[in-house]
Structures are given as C-alpha cells and as structure tokens.
Nanobody
Framework: VQLQASGGGLVQPGGSLRLSCTAS????????MSWFRQVPGKEREGISC????????KYADSVKGRFTISRDSAKNTVYLQMNNLKPEDTAVYYC??????????????????WGQGTQVTVSS
C-alpha cells in the first residue's frame, strides 16, 4: 500500500495550491480519505475528510470556506484545493486512508495508511 502526496510548495499569502494524493494497493472506494497537517512541536491536526460511499466532506473550522476536498475514484486520487492561504497554514501536509465511514475523521490513530507528507510554506 502506498499513498503518494504531492503539490506542496512556497506560496505568498492569499495564494492557492492544490495537493494531490494517489493511492495504490487499496480498494479506494472503500476508504475515507483525509488530509492532516503538522508543525514542529504540535499535534497532527485533521483539516478535511471525504468519506467513502456517499462522499460527504468535513472541514476543520480553521480551513472552512478556503479549502475544498475532492476525490477521483477513477484515478484513486484525493485532492485538497487550498485558496486564500495564510502564513498559519504553513505545515507539512499528510494524506491518510481510513477503512470506515469517516465518523471519527479527525483522530489520527484510526487511520490505516499515511502518505509521506508534503511541505506547504506560506510566506511573502
């Protein structure tokens, strides 16, 4: 099983980035897919989830209205469109896969698989 995350980089405040995470080795449609982020010295934070089955979306308050999660089952890929980025969004972003309905989506311990992380830096 592999989750390959990409799309991070350096962007100015107010800018946009789109992260991608492509899964292999799993039956993608059965997994809820989420994005987390982490900065040094802090716990990993759940920021968004798209559930298996009906594809419901969930967001942390800190990103609601700015970030959009989506999935393409034909490509086994989940995306995170990040708009109006702020310096406080700077972190390493991780994708994760959970073989469930996503009810406890913001709890890192429930996840079965993790991607390797991609750095997002928001700075002028």
């Amino acid at each position: 099983v592999q989750l390959q995350a990409s799309g991070g980089g350096l962007v100015q405040p107010g800018g946009s980035l789109r992260l991608s995470c492509t899964a292999s080795g799993i039956t993608f449609r059965y997994y809820s897919m989420s994005w987390f982020r982490q900065v040094p010295g802090k716990e990993r934070e759940g920021i968004s989830c798209i559930t298996s089955g009906d594809g419901n979306t969930k967001y942390a308050d800190s990103v609601k209205g700015r970030f959009t999660i989506s999935r393409d089952s034909a490509k086994n890929t989940v995306y995170l469109q990040m708009n109006n980025l702020k310096p406080e969004d700077t972190a390493v972003y991780y994708c994760a896969a959970d073989y469930s309905d996503g009810a406890a989506w913001d709890r890192p311990l429930i996840y079965d698989y993790w991607g390797q992380g991609t750095q997002v830096t928001v700075s002028s």
